[in-house]
């Protein structure tokens, strides 16, 4: 069952985090024990937020160094790219693979962190053996990804994962939010989560008056609009 | 069903498979396809998120009731159960399924289907998604109609997964997810031209998937090009 799935994650999440403020680094570290792998990183936008290891690490620095590599194709396809051995993929990243292998990596898993055209960044895993994600780890994989999408999405903010996040309508009303402030999709997503929240309701309530044109969104006075009056 | 419109039917579907092609196109072709030649109102395509759920990838008609209609299978319905038993499930009448799945029947009988039946979509071992079949009239479908079905639904899957590609369960994973990105994608694109030309979730689709064609552009490319902002539509 997917929410028992996502609540089991949260909760390891939140155990790791302990008294702090939820982070980044807390979702890496609670993937690296419940998926069962050595190391994670993660790359947002163009630089690395958090690495667990030196070879998490090394690993990110090279993608962005390289330009090539899991965690640049998954950004670019928004799909995942699980890489079992990368002694079997030198003809696909020529520089980045003798360069993760010699760094003490050999299984790569790269799980992108997308929302659609949204694109928020890369959790990436690693093993030091060869060998592939069980059913059970990739879906707890994607889960620890969906978790640190949400987290990049709401910050501090986020609780419990709205379990209408994925309604049709909900990116809808996204691309209507975007057309109607002429604001990224980000940014379109990020309002339409805010006023859910603010409001205290589901996504889905909001997306469906948003679609059905009894909600509308302004765009925020900028700073100078203000200081004129 | 004539025999012109099936032999048509599959060699679209193949001369589509030949080329450089966007799943996401094909699997709406798909869909459009199945309704015409099975014979039935509508169909629609649920792959899992393997995360445990269901989530809509295709359908034969955007309107935002049938997708919500797909939708709600994420937890109830004939999908669900053929996805979990990798058989096929029939529901000649919607009406009698109302006391196991409410929501699910209740939603069906509002968009006006009274028949529903789900046909498995598995490669090899793995069960990957449902094809979902809706008649306006109850009952259910011949023998000879559900094979067809269950053709098309191997079509799907083939076509989906790129099979000469997969050979291991990472690839598998890859375009399943590759596929749902970009059907979210497709939602926000819709969203887009909808607010910007006035028109229904249904208008922005056919404007989005008809460009793309008259383009010669995949259309997930289109669709991720125009919430990008740098095709505007």
């Not at chain 1, 024990?33 to 190391?39: E, H, R």
């Not at chain 1, 163009?46 to 962005?64: G, I």
Request: with cysteine; glycine share 8%; charged share 20%.
């Amino acid at each position: 069952m997917t929410g028992g799935r996502a609540a089991r994650i949260r909760v390891r999440i939140a155990r790791q985090a302990g008294a702090e403020v939820v982070s980044v680094a807390h979702v890496c570290a609670a993937a690296v024990a419940g998926v069962g792998v050595d190391g994670a990183g993660m790359t947002v936008g163009r630089s690395t937020v958090h690495a667990t290891d030196p070879v998490a690490a090394a690993l990110e620095e090279w993608q962005l160094v390289y330009g090539e590599g899991p965690c640049v194709d998954a950004w670019a396809t928004g799909g995942p790219v699980l890489v079992v051995d990368l002694g079997a993929t030198a003809a696909r990243w020529p520089v980045f693979t003798p360069a993760a292998l010699d760094s003490g990596a050999r299984a790569v898993f790269a799980l992108p962190l997308q929302v659609g055209a949204i694109r928020l960044g890369v959790l990436d895993l690693y093993r030091a053996g060869p060998g592939p994600l069980s059913p059970g780890q990739l879906a707890d994989a994607l889960a620890y990804a969906d978790a640190a999408g949400t987290l990049l999405l709401d910050g501090a903010r986020a609780g419990a994962p709205d379990p209408t996040a994925h309604d049709a309508q909900v990116h809808q009303a996204t691309g209507m939010v975007l057309a109607q402030l002429g604001v990224s999709a980000e940014v379109a997503f990020a309002r339409l989560r805010a006023h859910a929240y603010a409001q205290d309701r589901l996504l889905r309530d909001v997306a469906r008056d948003v679609v059905g044109r009894r909600l509308r969104f302004e765009p925020e006075p900028s700073p100078e609009d203000q200081n004129e009056r | 069903m004539t025999e012109h419109l099936l032999a048509e039917t599959f060699v679209e579907l193949a001369d589509t498979l030949v080329d450089d092609f966007d799943v996401l196109d094909f699997l709406h072709q798909v869909t459009v396809r199945c309704a015409q030649v099975l014979g039935v109102a509508a169909a629609g395509v649920l792959l899992t998120d393997q995360r445990g759920a269901l989530r809509v990838v295709a359908a034969s008609t955007e309107q935002t009731r049938m997708l919500e209609l797909l939708q709600i299978q994420t937890d109830e319905g004939p999908c669900p159960e053929c996805f979990h038993t990798g058989r096929p499930i029939a529901v000649p009448d919607v009406s009698a399924v109302a006391d196991r799945w409410p929501r699910f029947a209740a939603e069906a009988r509002a968009v006006g289907f009274a028949a529903v039946h789900a046909l498995p979509m598995r490669l090899r071992a793995d069960m990957i998604g449902t094809l979902n079949l809706f008649d306006t009239e109850p009952g259910a479908l011949g023998a000879d109609t559900i094979r067809l079905g269950q053709a098309l639904a191997d079509v799907a899957t083939i076509g989906l997964l790129q099979a000469r590609a997969i050979r291991h369960r990472e690839t598998l994973a890859e375009q399943l997810q590759t596929a749902l990105n970009s059907r979210v994608v497709i939602e926000q694109a819709k969203g887009v031209i909808a607010e910007r030309r006035g028109l229904d979730m249904d208008q922005a689709f056919t404007l989005l998937r008809d460009t793309a064609r008259s383009r010669n552009l995949g259309l997930s490319d289109l669709a991720r090009s125009v919430v990008d902002g740098v095709t505007v539509l």
